[in-house]
């Protein structure tokens, strides 16, 4: 007897999608999902939360900044029952040119919570912090922190930040960019 996944999406739904597109936000689905309802939602924002302050230690006011940094979720992720629908409200989203400002003041805070120390990058043990959270393979956070750092510095730059965010939120074609770790498998029904 086989089981569906909740992470099993309907293509006939979704073929107008670039497939790797799908791919990409599917694996950030199965990344930041951590109640395994197959939709990213206000209690995966809850727990991610709650796994980044523990993961960085963080207490006081940089611990709150996290709070409540993840309680703000685009619209359309709290109207999608299923995994099929959230790639399809993802999309809309990510294609409309009406959104752009949304989510670059979004991606724009994460970048303020993540860099731990307030000093306007982040380095790679604040970014370790980010990967550890989300329990992201740990073999490949560094290929994706060089990624993001353009300079190679070693410094993850506000612009760098938010240049492979918007990469990996909008862009249909297949590149490098495994922001939330390795690409994974799409089941399909």
Known sequence: MSSKSVYAVDMSQLKD????????SVTKVMATDFNKNGVWDTDDCRIAAEK??????????????VHMFNLQLPHYFRTANNITEWLRGEFNFSQDPNSRPYVYEYIAKWFRVLDLNGDGVIDLNEYKVFWDAYDLDPNYMKRQFDYIDEDEDGKITYQEYVEA????FCNTKENA?????PIQYIQKI
């Open 52 to 65: 980044l302050i523990k993961a960085g230690n963080l207490k006081g006011a940089k611990a709150e900044e």
């Open 17 to 24: 999608i670039p497939i790797f597109w799908l791919k990409k």
């Open 165 to 168: 965010a918007l990469n990996y």
């Open 177 to 181: 960019n495994i922001f939330w770790g």
